[in-house]
Every structure is written in C-alpha cells, then in structure tokens.
C-alpha cells in the first residue's frame, strides 16, 4: 500500500546543524529527491509524517494474516470479559476480537516473536487494559498562506492518534504537532464510540513533534485508564507495539516489532536533531501521535515519522525522554520555549597532522571549533579554533559522539538538548595549547532563516503595492514547492545562514501588487524575492526596522537596493502613500501590516 501525501505538508523540510555529517556537502542527505531526509510531504521523498487526510481511501485492515474482526465497543467490552483459563494464543485473542494487528506489519519471524510477546499472556492482559485510553484526532487545519500573508489557506482536515496520560496530577492528551498545526478546531474520538469531544490546545513543541491538549467534558475521561510514561529508554531488540488509527479503518490497530536502534535522529516536522527510537514496526498514516508500548504495558514513546522509497519497516518513535522534556518545559514557563542547541560549527579531528598542529596528542580527543554564531552567548566565551574536549565532563570523541549506553554513542548534541534553554554547561576547551573550563548560558540555535514559525502567522509590510516579508522556510516552500527549487541566494541563507544581531531578518520583496506606484516594476525580472539591502542608503536589519524608516521617511523618493542583480526600486513617497488604501481595499486586506510589526511601530511611537 502506498503512502499518500499526508496530514499537512509541514514546510520544514532541511537539515540545519553544525555537525559535519549532516553537511549540505553531503548530497544523500540533502537530496531532496531522494536520501533519509528527503521532502516528505510533497510525493517526492521518503520521511512521511503518519496523520491521515480526509482524503484516505477506507479499505478496512485484515486481522492478522488471514482473519477479518472487528472492535469491540465498550458495552461488549463490559459485557463479556476475557475468562483466562490457560495462556492465550495470539488467535485466541483474535477470535476475542480485541486485537486488531495491522494488515502492514512484515511477516517475519522476528516479527512474529514481537506479536506473540505482545499478545499472548501478561502483555496481552496489560495491552488490552491501555487500549481504551488510545483516541482519534480530527483537526481542522487553517494555515497561513505565506505568498499573500493577511489571508489564510482553504481549511484542510485530518486523522491522527493520540492517548492520556497524566502529569503532574492532571489528565491530558498527547498528539503530535503536526496533527494539530495551525488547528482551527481538533476534536477526539474514544475507541468504540460515535461521539466527538471538542479538545483544546495547551502546547505545541514544533521542534520534539510534541503536542498538549485538554478535554473538559468529562464523561470523555470516563472508564479511561491514562498510559504511564516509562523513565528509562528501550534497549535494543526489545519488543514493543504501536497502537493506532493508521489509514484503511477506524479500529485501533496494533503492529509488533523490535527496538532497531536509539540515537540522534532529524526531526522533520520540526527540523531538530533530537533523540530518537528506530524501530520495525509498521508505521503508517494516521498512525502519528499513536502510543509505543513495552511487554509491561508502559509507554516508551510516540510514533512520528517513517522512512519510505527504498526503505522498508523504518519507522521512528519520540522516546519518553524526549516528551518528559516538552513537558517540563511546559510547566516550568508556561509555555515550550524549545530545545537547546550550541551555536557553534564544528570539524573532526581525526587526523593525526590536525590534532599535532592544535596541540593535541595522537590519542587526545575533541573537535575543532571553525565558526561560531555571533548573535550567541556562545561568541563571548568561544573562539574559532578551540578544541572542545568536554561537554559537561563528558570527553567529546574525534567524530563528534559521547558515550551513551554499554557499547553505543552518541552525538554530542544529546547531553545539549538533554538541557533547557538558559541553563548553563560547562565547556572545556582548548586555547593555544592551554586547557580552559568555560560557562555557557545555552539558547536554541540562532538560524538566519527560520525553519519554522511556532504556529505563529507569517509577519508582512505592505507600502505603495510592495509586498515585504521576513523570509522563512515555510514561505519559501509554498512559493517553489521545496527548498531546492528555490533561488540559489536564498538557499544558502536558509541552510547556513546565522544571526549577526538577535532580531536580524532576511528581508524580502515577496509581491508586487499593481498601482501607480509601481508601474513598470511588476515585469522586472529578479525583483520578486530579493532581499532588500538597504532603504535610502541604509542597511535593513529586520521587517520592523523597515517598516520604521519607510513611515518615518521625509525624502521625496524611496530608494530599495535589492540583493538580486544589485537592481534597485524607486518609488515617489507620497504617491506610494496614497496608493496604500487603494490597494488594501483591491486586495482585502485588513490591515497594510501583520500585528507585530504594528506593535513594533507603537513601542517606537510611545
């Protein structure tokens, strides 16, 4: 069964770290075609994100190899209990009709192992007391539309999976974020039932694919039995399940598998390197935000994204590490203010000639450090060309991993992001032949262009029919369907583009709307999404600081130096203000600017 185009097409779609592994030099993992960390949303790569669109054919699943079933509701549920005389068989369990195994799963011995320790004796007591606390989640998505950003996209829908749990004394759901982005309504469906429950939601975590919601009815929390997240991390080769509502049917199904391998893992949705499980079993659409489940019945992550094309049973599962972090972040601000990162750029040291000419020895370990991001607390204390032997005492390998588990490591990324944002880390480094210990307060990474906008809307400026905005990734992929296909300047911005100062922007001409004011520019070609250099000779730092000098402006004209082809736009000032309402009233817009650069414009006022 194909995968088709899935819940949203997340815009996040590249890789942004300073680890030389994850190089744009490598094209296997750049290739927007094909490669581990292709496109995935858009049919022409293979990490798929699991919601399923209302769009989905409905083909029920089999049950196991050959029989069909189907769900039990609550009423039978409670009306015919399981009398367990003698161990039960996986088929006996199917003919209770309680497990519905998903039609997908690959029918290999090591799977059939992983089925029959899931679903025969105390497991298969445990998983069946856990099954009623799965639900279904139907969003109704409202994105922003990015090309012209006072107006919203057509409602889009989708079906995910999610489950209870309870934190900190209060029950609530987990989903993934992208089941729920930009969700203008998501509602929940227990299993067996006709009714959908309004849901509300708490937190999103683009970053970890991890989102909060609430549900205040509560006859939805009835006969519910919220999961418990496990505190440790699955070892390899053990077996686990994932429970779901993949595409083909509404009963929850169940697929076993083994425990692949742990390790830092790109997350698409939210273009983070963080930790994450790899796993055989079978992952499919509408299976996002599904609990992972050990033979103790305990939740040991969230599926999240599988690996398609050429690859087979790859699937990934947020570790409970991962989700104990997002929610603890929650409770500690109020909000999810993200992972950190170290804002550096870094290089092996593997070579013998390297580490003698840096004042190593020939089995001294570390990194070299080749840049560092200036709009970091990491350019007060660090320098191109340290060594980094130590990340919070831990010895940082010639390859960039620390140690991790009994013969497994890990990139050094992990003990960052094992952090919060603005705790602080010790550093040891080498300066000139002489060992430093050095403090770092940690931030998330300073990208010049940001992958992703948090669920906030688009921020715009709009003057005399030009159409300003601060350029990002999901802009760039709506307007030319993938970051490859974009212009060649502004992929270089967005893949290894950093802050000089905390509030930079890449600036861009995203639209020329016709008026008098701009006759003669809207055939110009190289005008459309050019970053704008500078406004009357001076240097344009963001959108609002643009936005500031086009309204203070006193001159005659308004002179735009544009990146592309050093062209530039000049626009008689008065004529463009006269044409603003004009335009605004042709084009429906509400306002000439998004919220936050008006707010930006009335602090500079008061």
Same mark, same amino acid.
């Given at each position: 069964m194909a995968i088709k185009v899935l819940t949203e097409e997340p815009w996040l779609k590249k890789i942004k770290m300073s680890s030389p592994e994850l190089s744009p030099k490598h094209p296997e993992v750049y290739s927007k075609s094909s490669g581990p960390f292709s496109t995935y949303s858009l049919g022409m790569g293979p990490f798929t994100d699991e919601a399923e669109t209302e769009a989905e054919a409905t083909t029920p699943p089999k049950v196991g190899s050959s029989t069909v079933a189907t769900e039990n509701n609550h009423a039978s549920d409670s009306a015919t209990p399981l009398v367990m005389e003698k161990q039960p068989t996986a088929m006996d369990l199917l003919q209770d009709q309680d497990f519905i195994l998903d039609p997908s799963t690959p029918a290999t011995p090591k799977h059939r192992h992983a089925e029959k320790q899931m679903l025969?004796?105390?497991?298969?007591?445990?998983?069946?007391?856990?099954?009623?606390?799965?639900?279904?989640?139907?969003?109704?998505?409202?994105?922003?539309?990015?090309?012209?950003?006072?107006?919203?996209?057509q409602q889009t829908g989708s079906k995910s999976t999610g489950f209870a749990v309870t934190w900190n004394g209060e029950r609530h759901i987990l989903t993934n974020a992208h089941s729920v982005t930009y969700g203008s309504q998501v509602q929940l469906k227990r299993r067996g039932d006709d009714e959908r429950f309004q849901a509300r939601v708490l937190a999103v975590g683009t970053e970890c694919d991890v989102a909060?919601?609430?549900?205040?009815?509560?006859?939805?929390?009835?006969?519910?039995?919220?999961?418990?997240?496990?505190?440790?991390?699955?070892?390899?080769?053990?077996?686990?399940?994932?429970?779901?509502?993949?595409?083909?049917?509404?009963?929850?199904?169940?697929?076993?598998?083994?425990?692949?391998?742990?390790?830092?893992?790109?997350?698409?949705?939210?273009?983070?390197?963080?930790?994450?499980?790899?796993?055989?079993?079978?992952?499919?659409?509408?299976?996002?935000?599904?609990?992972?489940?050990?033979?103790?019945?305990?939740?040991?992550?969230l599926a999240f994204q599988a690996l398609t094309g050429d690859a087979q049973s790859i699937g990934y599962v947020i570790p409970t590490s991962v989700v104990r972090h997002f929610l603890q972040d929650v409770h500690r601000n109020g909000r999810f203010t993200g992972f950190p990162?170290?804002?550096?750029?870094?290089?092996?040291?593997?070579?013998?000639?390297?580490?003698?000419?840096?004042?190593?020895?020939?089995?001294?370990?570390?990194?070299?450090?080749?840049?560092?991001?200036?709009?970091?607390?990491?350019a007060s204390c660090l320098q191109k060309d340290d060594v980094l032997l130590k990340i919070g005492g831990l010895t940082v390998g010639g390859d960039g991993t620390v140690p991790f588990r009994h013969g497994e490591r890990v990139d050094f990324k992990f003990i960052?992001?094992?952090?919060?944002?603005?705790?602080?880390? $010790?550093? /040891?480094?080498?300066?000139?032949?002489?060992?430093?210990?050095? @403090?770092? =307060?940690?931030?998330?990474?300073?990208? +010049?262009v940001p992958p992703h906008l948090a669920e906030v809307k688009p921020s715009y400026f709009m003057f005399g029919g030009l159409v300003f905005t601060a350029c990002s990734d999901p802009y760039l992929v709506q307007r030319y369907g993938s970051l490859s296909n974009s212009p060649v300047r502004l992929m270089a911005k967005t893949?290894?583009?950093?802050?000089?100062?905390? $509030?930079? /922007?890449?600036?861009?001409?995203?639209?020329?709307?016709?008026? @008098?004011? =701009?006759?003669?520019?809207?055939?110009? +070609?190289?005008?459309?999404?050019?970053?704008?250099?500078?406004l009357n000779g001076e240097k344009i730092k963001s959108l609002a600081h643009l936005a500031r000098l086009i309204t203070a402006c006193k001159e005659q004209f308004l002179r735009f130096d544009m990146e592309a082809g050093g062209k530039v736009i000049v626009v008689e000032t008065e004529v463009a203000k006269k044409c603003t309402e004009d335009v605004m009233e042709q084009h429906?817009?509400?306002?000439?600017?998004?919220?936050?650069?008006?707010?930006?414009?009335?602090e500079i006022e008061e």
């Open positions: 025969q004796g105390p497991a298969a007591q445990v998983l069946k007391r856990h099954m009623d606390a799965v639900v279904k989640v139907f969003t109704t998505h409202t994105k922003p539309n990015f090309e012209l950003p006072w107006q919203s996209q909060l919601l609430d549900v205040e009815d509560e006859e939805f929390w009835r006969d519910i039995s919220p999961l418990e997240l496990s505190s440790t991390l699955p070892e390899l080769q053990q077996s686990l399940c994932v429970l779901g509502f993949p595409i083909g049917g509404d009963s929850l199904a169940i697929s076993a598998g083994v425990v692949s391998r742990v390790g830092m893992t790109m997350y698409s949705f939210g273009c983070t390197s963080l930790l994450a499980v790899q796993t055989d079993a079978a992952i499919n659409s509408g299976n996002s935000g599904g609990p992972v489940l050990d033979t103790e019945g305990k939740c040991v992550g990162a170290l804002n550096i750029s870094w290089q092996e040291l593997d070579s013998k000639a390297l580490k003698k000419a840096y004042g190593l020895g020939p089995h001294q370990k570390g990194v070299l450090v080749r840049k560092v991001v200036k709009a970091s607390n990491e960052i992001t094992n952090k919060f944002v603005g705790d602080n880390v $010790d550093l /040891e480094i080498l300066r000139n032949g002489e060992k430093r210990t050095i @403090s770092v =307060t940690l931030q998330p990474y300073q990208h +010049l893949f290894y583009g950093t802050k000089e100062t905390s $509030d930079e /922007e890449v600036v861009v001409l995203s639209n020329i709307l016709a008026c @008098s004011a =701009t006759v003669g520019y809207d055939s110009t +070609l190289g005008l459309k999404d050019s970053a704008v250099l500078a429906n817009m509400n306002s000439s600017m998004s919220k936050d650069v008006k707010l930006s414009l009335e």
